[in-house]
């Protein structure tokens, strides 16, 4: 059970209302963290304005495969449950793809590079070296695109934190991070 409130969109705040309606007719249904952040009108105005302007950025298949790889260096199966949902349902990413994608690689030669430089922008918190940037760079990407790479981090990090931080119950098909070996 979340240990923070999620609250119901009848029950949500006046101010939180028109983002998780907008969420409710553009995805069907408002997931558990639309709902918690909703908590907070500011947050949610945040994060949806933060989400909404990266999903311009990158492609849909990257955007998840980041995720996907922040989620399990980070640990969290909220993050890691949605995302392997929409990696396979939206981006349309294998299951081999997505285990791929949890281990920060990819079967692409230039999603490889983006997924293992976000595992290592997560896994080091920024701290990445000269060659980190130059592998990402040979792979083709631009410092516009280094930007996002790292912004999609970001977003993913405050994700994982808020998802680990309330416990908060996964509402798609359950997948739990892998055990560190």
Known sequence: MSRLA???LDTALEASKPVLTAVQKQLGAVPNLFRLI???PVALEAFTGFHGALTRSLDVKTRERIALAVAEVNGCDYCLSAHSYLGANLAKLSA???ALNRK???ADGKAAAAVAFAAKVARERGHVSEADIAAVRAAGFGDGEIVEIVAHV???VFTNFLNETAKTDIDFPVVRRAEAA
């Open 104 to 106: 920060g690689g990819s």
């Open 154 to 156: 970001a977003l993913n």
């Open 96 to 98: 081999e793809e997505i």
């Open 38 to 40: 909703a908590n907070s």
């Open 6 to 8: 999620i609250p119901t």
